[in-house]
T-cell receptor
Framework: EAGVAQSPRYKIIEKRQSVAFWCNPI?????LYWYQQILGQGPKLLIQ????????DSQLPKDRFSAERLKGVDSTLKIQPAKLEDSAVYLC???????????FGPGTRLTVT | TQLLEQSPQFLSIQEGENLTVYCNSS?????LQWYRQEPGEGPVLLVT?????EVKKLKRLTFQFGDARKDSSLHITAAQPGDTGLYLC???????????FGEGTQLTVNP
């Protein structure tokens, strides 16, 4: 069974530029999560989707971050404009509805210079 | 947001030694999970504990959920170099479905 796919794996941009990350969850998983993991810290939830609806985006910096899951499958996370403190690994995870088990992708490492 | 504190933050031991990692909070969680993360990869779920006082074993790993569901521990017996990685605890809030992660314990097992 294919796991959670993410691209790109690495991205380097300058501050004030924009960037987008893509995630393809495991087939059949209705719930999709985006996490931010800063070096030396645990992952922090940015947004949770149930199908194509937002369940929790309370920790998403909405002035610069946006995310969508239009058809309830793939998702994109965008940062515009990026700041130095956005340098982190962005992890996508998916799960069956109401399941304890989240499956994580390999992440996208973003460096903002 | 409920906070989880992990200790120690870093641990370097020799192969064959035993170790315990702790995860503590002042808040109650409906369940608690332990993950292991290797460089360049996402976290992988090791175990989920739900009941206060619950103990689960996974080969040489023993996980315990505190009676009050505020803390947990991970004990590894006879550690091996393959156990090297970042161990993360994560609690599910009682008021919702959000998973809150601790900052992790970086374990290095030297041959």
């Amino acid at each position: 069974e294919a796991g959670v796919a993410q691209s790109p794996r690495y991205k380097i941009i300058e501050k004030r530029q924009s960037v987008a990350f893509w995630c393809n969850p495991i087939s059949g998983h209705a719930t999709l999560y985006w996490y931010q993991q800063i070096l030396g810290q645990g992952p922090k939830l940015l947004i949770q989707f149930q199908n194509n609806g937002v369940v929790d985006d309370s920790q998403l910096p909405k002035d610069r971050f946006s995310a969508e899951r239009l058809k309830g499958v793939d998702s994109t996370l965008k940062i515009q404009p990026a700041k130095l403190e956005d340098s982190a690994v962005y992890l996508c995870a998916s799960s069956f509805s109401n399941s304890y088990e989240q499956y994580f992708g390999p992440g996208t490492r973003l460096t903002v210079t | 947001t409920q906070l989880l504190e992990q200790s120690p933050q870093f641990l370097s031991i020799q192969e064959g030694e035993n170790l315990t990692v702790y995860c503590n909070s002042s808040s109650v969680f409906s369940s608690l999970q332990w993950y292991r993360q290797e460089p360049g990869e996402g976290p992988v779920l090791l175990v989920t504990v739900v009941t206060g006082g619950e103990v689960k074993k996974l080969k040489r790993l023993t996980f315990q959920f505190g009676d009050a569901r505020k803390d947990s521990s991970l004990h590894i017996t006879a550690a091996q170099p393959g156990d090297t990685g970042l161990y993360l605890c994560a609690g599910r809030e009682t008021s919702g479905s959000r998973l809150t992660f601790g900052e992790g314990t970086q374990l290095t097992v030297n041959p």
